[in-house]
C-alpha cells in the first residue's frame, strides 16, 4: 500500500488520510459544504461578482469628488504672420528678434498650459441618487452570492445521498451476487447428479448476470458521482469518498423550522429582488434628475507664451458653470416611464418568486413526511421479505416449491434491503430540501 497523501481541508484545518487505489475516505457533511462554499468554482465566482459591483459602486461615488485637469501644449510654428491690432513701439524694441520697432514680430513656437477644477453642486439629485442605487445593487449582489451558496450546498447533500444510496446498493448487490454464484455453484452440481432440471440452473445463472449487470452499473454510478462531488470539493481526482449515516450531523433534525412568513423574509433569491427594486427605484430619481439644471463650481489657471508677442501668467479663474438641456423636458419622458415599468417588473418577479417559495415550502413539506411515512412501510417490508425468504427457501428445500419461488423471494429480499437503505438517505435529503425552502439551510451547518 503506497504512503498515504495528506489533503488540507481549507478553512476546516482537518486532514483526511487518502490512500491508493480502493480505501475510501470518510468526509464530514458540514467539512464538505464548508469546502463547497468556499473554494468551489460556483462560489468563488459569486464571490468575485460580489467584488465587482463593490468596486463599481466606489466609481460611481467618485463622481462626487472635484475634477481637476491639467493640460499642455507646445506648438511649433512655421514662420506666422502676425499682424497686431494694436501696439506699442516700445514694447516690440527689446525683444530678441533682431526686427526693427516697426515690425513684424518673427514668432515660430506657442507654450499654453492649462489647469482647471470642476466641483458639482447640483445635478437634480442624480449623483446621490445613482450612489444609493449602486449601493442597492451591490448588496442585491451579495444576497444572490448568498443564494448561489445555498444551492452549491443543497447540492452537495444531494451527491452525499445518491453516493450513500449507490453505495449501499453496491454492498448489497454484492452480498446478494456471492449468494448467487454459490447457488449457481449447488445447482450445478444438483444438475449433473440429476436432482434437478436444467432450467432451473439456467434460472438460477440468470439471476446471478442479472444480479452483476446490476452491481456493474453501480459501481459505474458510484465512479461518477463520486467524481462529480470531488470535483466541486475542489479534491483530488483519486480522492474516493465513503458516505455513511456518521457523516451527517443528527442534531441538524432538531432544527426549529421557521413559519412560512419568516421563511419567506429569509430566503436570499428573494431579498436579491427586494434589493433590485429598491435599485430601480433610485433610477426613477436618476431619470428625472435630467429635468433639472446642473450647476458646478469651476475655477482654473492659464499660461500663455507667444514668442515675442505675448506672454500670460498667473491667469486664474474661478466661477459657476450653469447648464441644463432643453431638449429634456421632450426627451426624459420616457427614460422615467423607462424607469418605473422596471421597478413594476421587479415587483412582478417579486410576486411571482413568493408564491414559487410558498409552494416549495408546502412541496418540500410533505415530502419530508412522504419520506417517514415511506420509512416506515419499508422497514416492515425489509423484515416480512427476510421471514418470506427463510419461509420459501425452506419449502424449497423440501421439495414444496419450484426455482421460481425461491428467486422470486430473493428477489424480493434484496429489493426490500435497497428500498430500506433508500429510504434512510431520502429522509435526511427531505430534511435539507425543507430547510432549504425555509431558508435555513446554511444555518444549519457549522461554517465558522
Known sequence: MKNKKIIFLLLAFITIGVSHAQQKTSLSLN??????????????????????????????KMNAYPDLKISGQYLRLTNADIHLKSSGSSSDSDSGSGESGGGTPKVNQLMFGQASFSVPVFSGF?????????????EAEKANAKHTKEQIAIQVVQYYADLYKVQQSIGLLRESL????????????????????????????????????????????????????????????????????????RNVFNTKLNSESDAISNRNDLAALELERQAAESQIKVAKADYYPSLALTGGYVALDIQNVVRVENAMNVGVGLSYNISSIFKNGKAVNAAKSRVKEVEQQQQVLTDEIKEEIVKAGEEYQLSLKQDKVYTEAEEQAAENYRIVKDKYDNGLVDTNDLLDADVDDLTSKINRAYSQANIALKYYELLDANGQLIQSFNLN
Open 31 to 60: 467539512d464538505a459544504v464548508k469546502l463547497a462554499v468556499t473554494q468551489s468554482d460556483q462560489a468563488i465566482l459569486a464571490d468575485n461578482k460580489v467584488t465587482t459591483k463593490g468596486f463599481e459602486t466606489d466609481v460611481v
Open 178 to 249: 456471492k449468494s448467487s454464484q454459490q447457488r449457481v455453484v449447488d445447482f450445478t452440481n444438483m444438475e449433473q447428479n440429476g436432482l434437478i432440471a436444467r432450467n432451473d440452473l439456467l434460472k438460477a445463472q440468470l439471476a446471478s448476470s442479472r444480479r452483476q449487470i446490476a452491481l456493474d452499473e453501480a459501481e459505474k454510478n458510484e465512479r461518477v458521482i463520486n467524481y462529480y462531488l470531488v470535483t466541486l470539493l475542489k479534491l483530488p481526482a483519486e480522492t474516493q469518498l465513503q458516505i455513511t449515516p456518521d457523516n451527517i450531523d
Open 126 to 138: 442624480k449623483l446621490k441618487n445613482s450612489i444609493e442605487a449602486s449601493k442597492k445593487i451591490a
